[in-house]
């Protein structure tokens, strides 16, 4: 089963960006979609983006980020990204990444494993 570890959370002021990472550890890694997912204080973990297995030739997006945020994969590397611009607010989260043997799903219980998350805040 694949081990997920993410990094590239920080402080960032509106507007700014950051690129999110999840290693991935296991040889089947190529094989799973993957998504990321973020949780805010008091409120349900939600979909934020998800990357098609194999190639990764399919992406989509929940829509207050769709234009901002760009998920890609490297399989050679067993590393998914997410590269976020114009950071508003609102983005602040814990982002979790999470892979799952349905392509296309945003549902929540459809992924795992799951890492540990990586803190994202955006403030001026």
């Known amino acids: 089963q694949v081990q997920l570890v993410e990094s590239g959370g920080g402080l960032v002021q509106p507007g700014g960006s950051l690129r999110l990472s999840c290693a991935a550890s296991?040889?089947?890694?190529?094989?799973?979609?993957m998504g990321w997912f973020r949780q805010a204080p008091g409120k349900e973990r939600e979909f934020v983006a998800g990357?098609?297995?194999?190639?990764?030739?399919?992406?989509y997006y929940t829509d207050s980020v769709e234009g901002r945020f760009t998920i890609s994969r490297d399989n050679a590397k067993n590393t998914v990204y997410l590269q976020m611009n114009s950071l508003k607010p609102e983005d602040t989260a814990v982002y979790y990444c999470?892979?799952?043997?349905?392509?296309?799903?945003?549902?929540?219980?459809?992924?795992?494993?799951w890492g540990q998350g990586t803190q994202v805040t955006v403030s001026s």
């Open positions: 296991g040889s089947l890694f190529s094989s799973y979609s």
């Open positions: 990357i098609s297995s194999w190639s990764g030739g399919s992406t």
């Open positions: 999470a892979a799952s043997a349905v392509d296309g799903t945003r549902t929540v219980n459809l992924y795992g494993p």
